[in-house]
T-cell receptor
């Protein structure tokens, strides 16, 4: 069974569209994260939720809106997509907020044309 | 500037050789972690070393931490082609603070 799963794995869309990426973890962890990895492989945290509550909200355009319906799910919705949003988005989870090992999903590659 | 910076950016070796990657950071840390990322995949945790530890081993991996120099190294012994991946260090400044990743070292192990 996949521990942290994200869908879709690939997403190609036009500028201006709205899209969502979904993430689910079956590890029973309290904390989930969204990271963005750019073309140079630099990983930057975007959001972190602990037990459905937002605990980290980096300087991310408000076109990005995370939503955590329960502690096993963290979705990312992006409005009015721009070319610069093209990247690989990783979901991750950890047992305790910001402590110890992170468990990553396989990533969702978003390409904005 | 980034908290963690790895060097070299890229490393190419022959199977059986040892690979050493370094990570430097700017501020004091609580823990330092190393992750591996195979091409097109997610990151996988390798090892965590606490700020009061100097060395840690896990199989063919050896991690050292020198807090006075604000640096860490990851040694992979007897490398295999399957070790080909990007390796990232990640630090947290205090317990409970966010994890910050370095830029990664791309390791290629040639068979």
């Amino acid at each position: 069974d996949t521990a942290v799963s994200q869908t879709p794995k690939y997403l190609v869309t036009q500028m201006g569209n709205d899209k969502s990426i979904k993430c689910e973890q079956n590890l029973g962890h309290d904390t989930m994260y969204w990271y963005k990895q750019d073309s140079k492989k630099f990983l930057k945290i975007m959001f972190s939720y602990n037990n459905k509550e937002l605990i980290i909200n980096e300087t991310v355009p408000n076109r990005f809106s995370p939503k955590s319906p329960d502690k096993a799910h963290l979705n990312l919705h992006i409005n009015s997509l721009e070319l610069g949003d093209s990247a690989v988005y990783f979901c991750a989870s950890s047992p305790i907020a910001n402590t110890g090992e992170l468990f990553f999903g396989e990533g969702s590659r978003l390409t904005v044309l | 500037s980034q908290q963690g910076e790895e060097d070299p950016q890229a490393l190419s070796i022959q199977e059986g050789e040892n690979a050493t990657m370094n990570c430097s950071y700017k501020t004091s840390i609580n823990n330092l972690q190393w992750y591996r990322q195979n091409s097109g995949r997610g990151l996988v945790h390798l090892i965590l070393i606490r700020s009061n530890e100097r060395e840690k081993h896990s199989g063919r991996l050896r991690v050292t931490l020198d807090t006075s120099k604000k640096s860490s190294s990851l040694l992979i012994t007897a490398s295999r082609a399957a070790d080909t991946a990007s390796y990232f260090c990640a630090t947290d400044k205090t317990s409970g603070s966010r994890l910050t990743f370095g830029e990664g070292t791309q390791l290629t192990v040639n068979p």
